[in-house]
């Protein structure tokens, strides 16, 4: 218990303090970490060491003024990558590092947002998000997607109910490639026909790039920044591609809409060492460093995969998604994927329920996300196993492992 006395002048509206674990987290398949074995501690070392005596002394400086945008070696890393990989061809002066993507989306918002205000979204979106533009006071309207991602013919319909409500939206926000959490990969065709409805209702995009780097299907269609810059605002982000805990993420847009961003960004400069030791590590490591985390990633997913048909069998359904961290899960109609959460927990297991996915919470009420990076195979097919039997145990599916009955546990 605290003893601070004056806790109840906090503000009004913080968000909650979740309870504690019960357990000492074992196998974590929630949240979007990265895979352990995927960080090059070694090259890593030998990066910082080399940065660290070659420019070091810059740290003696607050990352502000002229070189508020961020480092222009990682700036320069940022460009580069962007151009070989998602078809985005831009100068540094329109890049701005922030700390983690999160922070970015939370820069946009300020930029956009008052309360009231509506904001188009897929109907299964990144958390992170949700709560972020709630909290800013918006209004989420959810847009109905397919196997592709977003519908653009349900994106009309949306734009036109809403202009007869006398609405007119902020923006849309949107996850085009590796959709976080449905893995869906928007096909160039429907790009190019969302960024043409969207110049029509004069719709800003806030295009959220979080997975582009963590795709295995092949080359990856072009960013919708790519398709129309003056119509885009880009986030991304190194949690991904890297480690979540380096903190990098960016915003590419013009360089008079960074410059108003930057007045918002009160933190005295993202962590100038963290940037100065990625793009040395970078300069060197793009090509195999990408190849690596797709490699492993692929692996990880297809045992996840395999694990989930194996202890579910049909009583699960899902695509196998072509990059990302994340298998997203539906259940029978009568399972709520929160039922099984608690006893999960219990055992140190955690996974996402679907409700925290989803703009409208009941959309999501029988699904689940599993997130398979951080886990080892072996802690992968043991909490999927654990998962299973638990989910079985609240609500009597999956009935059968293999082909073999479940059984309940015996009454304590
Ligand atoms: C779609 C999406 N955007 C943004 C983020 C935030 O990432 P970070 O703040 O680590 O860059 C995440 C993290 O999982 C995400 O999935």
Same mark, same amino acid.
């Given at each position: 218990m605290s003893e601070f006395a004056y806790r109840h002048l906090f503000r009004a509206g913080l968000p909650p303090i979740p309870p504690p674990a019960p357990a000492k987290p074992r196998i974590l398949m929630n949240s979007g970490h990265n895979a352990p074995e995927l960080i090059p501690c070694e090259k890593l070392a030998a990066a910082a060491e080399r940065v660290i005596r070659r420019e070091g002394t810059a740290l003696a400086r607050y990352f502000s003024g002229p070189r508020a945008l961020g480092h222009e070696g990682l700036r320069r890393v940022l460009a580069d990558m962007m151009r070989k990989t998602r078809g985005?061809?831009? @100068?540094? +002066? %329109?890049?701005? $590092?922030?700390? @983690?993507s999160g922070q970015a989306i939370d820069l946009v918002d300020w930029l956009f947002l008052t309360p009231g205000d509506v $904001?188009?979204?897929? !109907?299964?979106?990144?958390?992170g998000a949700i709560t972020r533009m709630r909290r800013e006071g918006a209004e989420l309207v959810p847009v109905a997607m397919d196997e592709e991602g977003i519908r653009v013919d349900a994106l009309e319909r949306q734009l036109e109910q809403l202009a007869a409500r006398g609405v007119k939206p902020k923006f849309l926000y949107t996850i085009p490639t590796v959709q976080n959490p449905t893995g869906t990969v928007l096909s160039l065709a429907r790009r190019r026909a969302l960024v043409d409805?969207?110049? %029509?209702?004069?719709?800003?995009?806030? /295009?959220?790039?979080c997975y582009s780097d963590v795709f295995w299907g092949g080359e990856a269609p072009p960013a919708l920044y790519a398709l129309a810059p003056?119509?885009?605002?880009?986030?991304?982000?190194l949690s991904k591609t890297f480690a979540p805990a380096v903190r990098l993420g960016y915003v590419v847009a013009d360089p008079d809409v960074l410059q108003q961003i930057v007045q918002m960004k009160r933190d005295g400069g993202t962590g100038l060492l963290d940037q100065m030791i990625v793009a040395e590590y970078f300069a060197e490591h793009h090509d195999?460093?990408?190849? !690596?985390? %797709? =490699?492993?990633?692929?692996?990880?997913?297809?045992?996840?995969? /395999?694990?989930?048909?194996?202890?579910f069998g049909v009583s699960a359904e899902f695509t196998e998604p072509d990059g990302g961290i994340y298998l997203w899960v539906k259940l029978p109609e009568a399972v709520d994927g929160r039922s099984f959460a608690a006893?999960?927990?219990?055992? @140190?297991?955690?996974?996402?329920? #679907?409700? !925290?996915?989803? =703009?409208?919470? +009941?959309? #999501?009420?029988?699904?689940?996300?599993?997130?398979?990076?951080? &886990? &080892? !195979?072996?802690?992968?097919? /043991? #909490?999927?196993?654990?998962?299973?039997?638990?989910?079985f145990e609240a609500n009597g599916v999956p009935a059968f492992r293999d082909n073999v009955a479940r059984e309940r546990p015996p009454a304590a």
């Open positions: 985005i061809d831009v @100068g540094i +002066e %329109r890049i701005l $590092v922030t700390s @983690g $904001v188009l979204v897929e !109907e299964f979106t990144y958390h409805l969207a110049r %029509r209702h004069a719709l800003p995009i806030v /295009e959220d790039d003056d119509q885009v605002i880009y986030i991304s982000t195999d460093h990408l190849a !690596e985390i %797709r =490699a492993r990633l692929h692996h990880k997913m297809k045992v996840t995969a /395999e694990t989930v048909r194996k202890e006893a999960a927990a219990r055992e @140190g297991i955690l996974y996402n329920i #679907g409700q !925290e996915w989803a =703009a409208d919470a +009941e959309q #999501g009420r029988n699904r689940i996300r599993l997130c398979f990076a951080l &886990t &080892t !195979e072996d802690e992968i097919r /043991e #909490g999927v196993a654990r998962i299973a039997q638990l989910c």
